[in-house]
């Protein structure tokens, strides 16, 4: 078969790539190495639930465009994300609230607590926050960031506070009104029946292949025949493409020449329980140092279940190595530098296309994926 784009990777920003380009007349064949599409908002019934195998994914946008966009693929329900965070025997709310703040310092009212926040931040004389330990302490003084941030990032990032960067907690709104809504944004839901349906639609129609490694496949590769490029999948099928979108990690696809990006995987221990309700929220965050996981997700209260039992993960965060699924891109100074060397290859590069959280090796929500990919099929002509 002869294809306008072959597209590595069937994750959110390839099949948005697939789907528009799709409407344009154009021709797309789709492969991941996975066995299955979706990339890491796959999810995956069990008992009725909804799992997110690959972490927990609440669709977030202040967007309307692209709020509309999503909702074409599956209807949404009204879930706010509103996590708990557990510190040792304490329990707060998230993000950082006046719920939070009452319940660290004992107090009723906004002034209370920015009163507080203010003599801890006084001393501190930090003027332009140099890393994420910087940001935190001058945007909510030492106790919450003791108790709330530092053992959770460090857990997260396996680095030091002060080795990271102040945008990874600007993420986090800090408020003086109790309101525990997670986000700032809008639009918020989780797809009704899991989100792996909303890259099924987007690929009907399009020829995609699951269990296909591009890096085995393209030793095969040849210019002879009639698109620009010419192969064979694993599977047999001899495919020809004109172009390449590729959405794995940059580094890979040019072999690691220039060095290795670093990446922080995750790693998760699911279990059903045979009881209804676990821990009576979505996500309770374990922000001391001393609890090997980050957090824990009940799956059914993404979508309010009320099945019989309930299924729980218990995420684990690791460095990435080979072998392992990538999920976050390290954005400190060293990788950001050496992402600037592939990414003056990829530039040159004439009929590759790099895309999503790995292409791009930036820490993407899922709203921006799907931007990205938009503004991706602009620059196609
Ligand atoms: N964070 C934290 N304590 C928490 C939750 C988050 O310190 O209980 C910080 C942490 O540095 C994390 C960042 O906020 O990396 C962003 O968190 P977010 O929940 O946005 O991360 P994601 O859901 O993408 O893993």
């Given at each position: ?163 990271l960067p102040a945008f990874i ?162 954005n400190n ?49």
């Amino acid at each position: 078969m002869k294809y306008d784009y072959l597209i590595v990777g069937a994750g959110l920003f390839g099949a948005v790539f697939a789907y528009e380009m799709k409407q344009k007349g154009r021709t797309c064949c789709v492969i991941d190495r996975r066995d299955h599409i979706a990339g890491n908002i796959y999810t995956k019934k069990q008992s009725g639930i909804d799992v997110h195998v690959y972490g927990p994914h609440i669709f977030h946008t202040s967007k309307k465009e692209i709020w509309d966009y999503v909702n074409r693929f599956a209807e949404f329900n009204n879930f706010i994300n509103m996590p708990v965070a557990s510190y040792k025997d304490e329990l707060y709310n998230l993000p950082f609230n006046m719920n939070t703040f009452s319940r660290m310092w004992n107090i009723k009212t906004p002034r209370e607590a920015q009163d507080i926040i203010a003599s801890q931040i006084a001393d501190l004389n930090i003027t332009e926050p140099k890393n994420l330990e910087e940001q935190a302490l001058s945007l909510v003084g030492r106790d919450v960031y003791e108790k709330l941030i530092k053992g959770y990032t460090e857990k997260q990032w396996g680095r030091k506070c002060t080795e990271l960067p102040a945008f990874i907690i600007k993420r986090l709104p800090l408020r003086f009104t109790y309101n525990n809504n997670y986000f700032n944004d809008r639009y918020q839901g989780i797809p009704m029946g899991g989100y792996t349906q909303i890259v099924e639609k987007m690929l009907e129609g399009i020829d995609t292949y699951t269990g296909e490694d591009y890096l085995d496949i393209r030793d095969r590769i040849t210019t002879e025949g009639e698109g620009n490029y010419n192969t064979t999948l694993k599977n047999g099928t001899a495919i020809s493409y004109d172009k390449l979108l590729f959405t794995g990690q940059i580094d890979e696809y040019y072999d690691a020449k220039l060095g290795n990006l670093e990446y922080r995987s995750v790693r998760f221990e699911t279990e059903e329980l045979p009881m209804e309700n676990y821990q009576g929220s979505a996500i309770v965050n374990y922000t001391e140092a001393e609890v090997p996981y980050t957090r824990c997700i009940e799956h059914k209260h993404f979508d309010f279940g009320t099945q019989p039992t309930t299924v729980i993960s218990r995420e684990y965060s690791s460095e990435w190595k080979p072998g392992v699924e990538p999920y976050y891109p390290v954005n400190n100074e060293k990788n950001n530098s050496l992402y600037e060397e592939y990414k003056k290859l990829a530039d040159a590069e004439e009929n590759v296309i790099f895309g999503g959280r790995l292409g791009h090796y930036k820490y993407y929500d899922m709203d921006k994926v799907i931007e990205a990919a938009l503004e991706c099929v602009k620059e196609e002509r």
